[in-house]
């Protein structure tokens, strides 16, 4: 099975901080997603990225900045952390390159508060 | 643009009654359907997909979806319901460009009662 990890469950930091959050995938996937996920509001993509080195702008990129220096890893950086950035993020990955069927795997999320 | 509507908040059923979670679509294209299950404090596990074929899609879990392109709908159904589906149920279309992005739905929460 795949396995999406995100080394943290919770995370708490304060206004102005910047603030890392990793995702590493061990099944040699291609693309990657950030995202987060607010009541009422579903998921929203932040960033992906479709090869190392690579990223595009999703939907919400204004305040977030990404890096993918190793296929295995994307990480999610808040440049200067704000009370609104309060949310759960969610990672996730899928294979490319096979048609549009590819589903995506998800990690567990991190739930970040930002004091 | 692509994007999908659950127009239920919450949806509640007794269990061993047949549940559905509605969703609706809106495409250009051919239509890539997902529907996706997260269980509290987890992240989204893969259900089921849509892409060409038969109208009906099975799935995990015993779940299964109807694509009706007419209507352009794409429900989750399941002929009895378990107290263990409780969880929020999303939706989503695979958007028009040629990577793999998806567009989700808002959610629906599920709660079946025993």
């Known amino acids: 099975d795949v396995k999406v990890t995100q080394s943290s469950r919770y995370l708490v930091k304060r206004t102005g901080e910047k603030v890392f959050l990793e995702c590493v995938q061990d099944m040699d996937h291609e693309n990657m997603f950030w995202y987060r996920q607010d009541p009422g509001l579903g998921l929203r993509l932040i960033y992906f990225?479709?090869?190392?080195?690579?990223?595009e702008k999703g939907d919400i990129p204004e305040g977030y900045s990404v890096s993918r220096e190793k296929k295995e890893r994307f990480s999610l950086i808040l440049e200067s952390a704000s009370t609104n950035q309060t949310s759960m993020y969610l990672c996730?990955?899928?294979?490319?390159?096979?048609?549009?069927?590819?589903?995506?795997?998800f990690g567990d999320g991190t739930r970040l508060s930002i004091l | 643009a692509q994007s999908v509507a659950q127009p239920e908040d919450q949806v509640n059923v007794a269990e061993g009654n047949p549940l559905t979670v509605k969703c609706t679509y809106s495409?250009?294209?051919?239509?890539?359907l997902f529907w996706y299950v997260q269980y509290p404090n987890r992240g989204l596990q893969f259900l089921l997909k849509y892409i060409t074929g038969d109208n009906l899609v099975k799935g995990s879990y015993g779940f299964e979806a109807e694509f009706n392109k007419s209507q352009t709908s794409f429900h989750l159904k399941k002929p009895s319901a378990l107290v263990s589906d409780s969880a929020l149920y999303f939706c989503a279309v695979r958007d028009g460009t040629g990577f793999q992005k998806l567009v989700f739905g808002t959610g629906t929460r599920l709660l079946v009662s025993p």
């Open positions: 990225s479709y090869d190392v080195k690579m990223k």
């Open positions: 495409v250009s294209g051919n239509p890539y």
């Open positions: 996730a990955s899928s294979l490319s390159g096979r048609g549009p069927d590819q589903p995506q795997h």
